[in-house]
T-cell receptor
Framework: TQLLEQSPQFLSIQEGENLTVYCNSS?????LQWYRQEPGEGPVLLVT?????EVKKLKRLTFQFGDARKDSSLHITAAQPGDTGLYLC????????????FGAGTILRVKS | DARVTQTPRDKVTEMGQEVTMRCQPI?????VFWYRQTMMQGLELLAY????????DSGMPKDRFSAEMPDATLATLKIQPSEPRDSAVYFC??????????FGPGTRLTVT
């Protein structure tokens, strides 16, 4: 059982569409991070959110941390083929010894 | 553009052989992590170091795995003897803090 549940597992969309991926847990995290991983490479940190309700924007990507700090979402506007990859959320919390706990990820494919 | 480097990038070996994976963390980063990624389990933390001292290796099978940092520029992960179930991509990450991690490109290990 994953401590962080990500949904959907797979998403295939057309260029220009919007999408949202989710990261949910029953545990409270002090912070939550989102990474993108491309084939043959390691994960790359996109953002860290630390305050309940916090919203951060990175160009076409919008990240939100839930008010209770148990969940997060990533919204991509007007997706492009370059957004294709594996999106991982990772939580940091005292319950897990202050080690990053990763979700299983969402595989996103954006078709041109 | 400082990056974490890992060698080898790919390793194919037979069951029972010793495998050594190497990582050069980013200069100045005092925290180093080893992760394993598989389709079934996702990204799992194996061990991490701060200032070259092992802080946590609870995610690592102790009987066959060992992780060391002989100096600040080199981290190693050894498997002896290797087994087919060890086949995975092994990532090294470094960071100035345990909540800010920069991943290397990974070593893809195949044990036949």
């Amino acid at each position: 059982t994953q401590l962080l549940e990500q949904s959907p597992q797979f998403l295939s969309i057309q260029e220009g569409e919007n999408l949202t991926v989710y990261c949910n847990s029953s545990s409270v995290f002090s912070s939550l991070q989102w990474y993108r991983q491309e084939p043959g490479e390691g994960p790359v940190l996109l953002v860290t959110v630390v305050t309940g309700g916090e919203v951060k924007k990175l160009k076409r990507l919008t990240f939100q941390f839930g008010d209770a700090r148990k969940d997060s979402s990533l919204h991509i506007t007007a997706a492009q083929p370059g957004d294709t990859g594996l999106y991982l959320c990772a939580g940091l919390g005292e319950e897990y010894g202050n080690k990053l706990v990763f979700g299983a990820g969402t595989i996103l494919r954006v078709k041109s | 553009d400082a990056r974490v480097t890992q060698t080898p990038r790919d390793k194919v070996t037979e069951m029972g052989q010793e495998v050594t994976m190497r990582c050069q963390p980013i200069l100045g980063h005092n925290t180093v992590f080893w992760y394993r990624q598989t389709m079934m389990q996702g990204l799992e933390l194996l061990a991490y170091f701060r200032n070259r001292a092992p802080l946590d290796d609870s995610g690592m099978p102790k009987d066959r795995f060992s992780a060391e940092m002989p100096d600040a520029t080199l981290a190693t992960l050894k498997i002896q003897p290797s087994e087919p179930r060890d086949s995975a991509v092994y990532f090294c990450a470094s960071g100035p803090h345990f909540y800010e991690q920069y991943f290397g490109p990974g070593t893809r290990l195949t044990v036949t």
